[in-house]
């Protein structure tokens, strides 16, 4: 068929775009940023897969002349492309993406969760592809070890199985029908508790092999299903068997623990986060049908997701890192690893992803940094970024921040992103600055300039890392 995006751009778009194109359609699209540097570099590889880019102002459309077009949430009825085909089949983009993993017949991982879906795609696929089990890969995020000449990395080719994200932002995780489901955790992100619990516990269901879940959601897994367990807190208790990671400490590459009547494993990836990462990964794969002490060595050859705790350079004494963390959960994750760098203070920057995630974060935001900011600590807020189309524009970034400093926590308000330099270049005791924020593609290049200016870029390898030594 002839398909055509509206919206190319986004993280899950474009992954589907290379599927469908991978599948043999035929693909274009079109969006309404073309021209920053990290999406020229973007939409250049696509190209090279023959994937063609146009404005979202319905010359592609015309030009195209598609058979169905695939629209996200994120598309209002009034746009462009919209009203330059009203006679053309559209179909969302999670139907699309079901109706194309159940076209590929291959045996499917599915990964939900409110936090670490992206890592934890992304690693599960690296372990298959180092086992030689050539998986196909859709991911949230551009995996390091998929980017090539014409690969952005959140698609990775592949003939022998399919991992991807199943997201409950818009409900349709229930859509899939995987050999293998996988639910990490549950947080403060899209829907309440008991909405997402019902979301979760459908798509759980919906397993025709087995099921791996955190141990503190069993509840949620269905009967007569094999179960994986695994503990959320690493080194913590669980009622029943489950994998659990021991003795944490840090090698000269990264993470390492002893798995609990199991083998001695060595990642690429850095915090106590990694840890349970890396038990979900064992628990979908033994779930799948490969025993930890075969996947044991494939964890190593993970070397990361782009944005994620991505090591920029240095500003002064200040290293620079670059985050994607945009849920309370997983802000509050980053500020602990930054606290575990910088013990007397850390500087953390968070540009919020929309108005409204903002205003359904912003109570459970200022319960998680209460619980985490120390008073020496400095978070910024940038103000909200704004992608387009219909919104409110409520709350700002400057009603957030008057909110939370009133009770009593040290949050600021950055105007523009230019006021962090001279706040970098004043600072002598901070030694880290988190960049936090999601969607934003330009957060990339930014964090890349923070982190370089009148200085050479430091090694990755020189950074300091958290968890330094052993824990207990």
């Known amino acids: 068929m002839k398909i055509f995006l509206v919206g190319l751009g986004g993280i899950g778009m474009s992954a589907l775009a290379q599927l469908l194109r991978h599948q043999g359609h035929e693909v274009a699209g079109s969006d309404r940023d073309l021209s920053t540097p990290a999406q020229v570099e973007l939409f250049t590889k696509l190209a090279k897969q023959g994937i063609r880019a146009y404005p979202q102002d319905g010359s592609g459309i015309r030009d195209f002349a598609p058979e169905r077009l695939i629209y996200s949430t994120a598309i209002e009825n009034d746009n462009p492309d919209f009203a330059a085909a009203p006679e053309t089949p559209k179909i969302h983009r999670a139907a699309a993406l079901a109706e194309?993993?159940?076209?590929?017949?291959?045996?499917?991982?599915?990964?939900?969760?409110?936090?670490?879906?992206?890592?934890?795609?992304?690693?599960?696929?690296?372990?298959?592809?180092?086992?030689?089990?050539?998986?196909?890969?859709?991911?949230?995020?551009?995996g390091r070890d998929f980017i090539s000449d014409t690969l952005p990395?959140?698609?990775?080719?592949?003939?022998?199985?399919?991992?991807?994200?199943?997201?409950?932002?818009?409900?349709?995780?229930?859509?899939?029908?995987?050999?293998?489901?996988?639910?990490?955790?549950?947080?403060?992100?899209?829907?309440?508790?008991?909405?997402?619990?019902?979301?979760?516990?459908?798509?759980?269901?919906?397993?025709?092999?087995?099921?791996?879940?955190?141990?503190?959601?069993?509840?949620?897994?269905?009967?007569?299903?094999?179960?994986?367990?695994?503990?959320?807190?690493?080194?913590?208790?669980?009622?029943?068997?489950?994998?659990?990671?021991?003795?944490?400490?840090?090698?000269?590459?990264?993470l390492e623990f002893r798995l609990e009547n199991g083998p001695q494993i060595k990642t690429q990836q850095w915090g106590r986060h990694s840890a349970s990462n890396a038990l979900a990964v064992l628990a979908a794969l033994q779930a799948f049908g490969i025993a930890p002490e075969q996947a044991a060595g494939a964890l190593f050859a993970f070397t990361g997701v782009r944005r994620r705790f991505e090591a920029k350079g240095l500003r002064g004494q200040v290293r620079i890192y670059d985050d994607?963390?945009?849920?309370?959960?997983?802000?509050?994750?980053?500020?602990?690893?930054?606290?575990?760098?910088?013990?007397?203070?850390?500087?953390?920057?968070?540009?919020?992803?929309?108005?409204?995630?903002?205003?359904?974060?912003?109570?459970?935001?200022?319960?998680?940094?209460?619980?985490?900011?120390?008073?020496?600590?400095?978070f910024f807020f940038l103000p909200v970024f704004y992608a387009g189309g219909t919104t409110s524009f409520q709350p700002s970034a400057d009603e957030v921040v008057a909110e939370y400093a009133a009770a009593g926590?040290?949050?600021?308000?950055?105007?523009?992103?230019?006021?962090?330099?001279?706040?970098?270049?004043?600072?002598?005791?901070?030694k880290v600055c988190i960049v936090l924020g999601a969607r934003d593609p330009s957060l990339i290049d930014w964090t890349d300039a923070l982190g370089t200016v009148n200085l050479k870029p430091a090694a990755a390898q020189d950074f300091p890392r958290p968890f330094q030594g052993q824990k207990s």
């Not at 045996?107 to 939900?112: D, L, M, N």
């Not at 089990?133 to 991911?139: A, G, L, R």
């Not at 802000?331 to 920057?349: D, H, L, N, Y």
């Not at 409204?356 to 020496?376: G, I, N, Q, T």
């Open 324 to 378: 994607y963390a945009h849920n309370p959960q997983k802000i509050a994750a980053i500020v602990r690893t930054g606290q575990e760098i910088s013990p007397a203070k850390a500087i953390f920057v968070f540009q919020p992803h929309g108005f409204k995630p903002l205003r359904d974060m912003r109570e459970p935001l200022l319960r998680e940094l209460k619980a985490c900011l120390r008073p020496e600590d400095r």
């Open 100 to 142: 194309a993993i159940a076209a590929s017949g291959l045996p499917q991982i599915a990964v939900a969760g409110s936090c670490g879906k992206t890592s934890v795609t992304g690693w599960i696929g690296s372990c298959l592809s180092a086992l030689g089990k050539d998986p196909c890969v859709i991911n949230g995020g551009y």
């Open 409 to 430: 926590l040290p949050v600021e308000l950055l105007k523009t992103r230019a006021d962090l330099e001279p706040v970098l270049d004043a600072e002598r005791a901070a």
């Open 153 to 254: 990395g959140n698609f990775r080719p592949g003939s022998g199985c399919i991992v991807f994200e199943a997201d409950e932002s818009d409900g349709s995780l229930v859509t899939f029908s995987p050999e293998v489901a996988l639910l990490l955790n549950i947080g403060d992100d899209h829907y309440d508790e008991a909405k997402l619990k019902q979301l979760f516990s459908t798509f759980l269901g919906r397993a025709r092999r087995g099921v791996a879940v955190n141990a503190l959601l069993a509840e949620l897994t269905p009967a007569g299903v094999p179960v994986v367990r695994f503990v959320e807190e690493p080194e913590g208790a669980a009622a029943g068997e489950a994998l659990r990671a021991l003795e944490l400490k840090h090698g000269p590459s990264g």
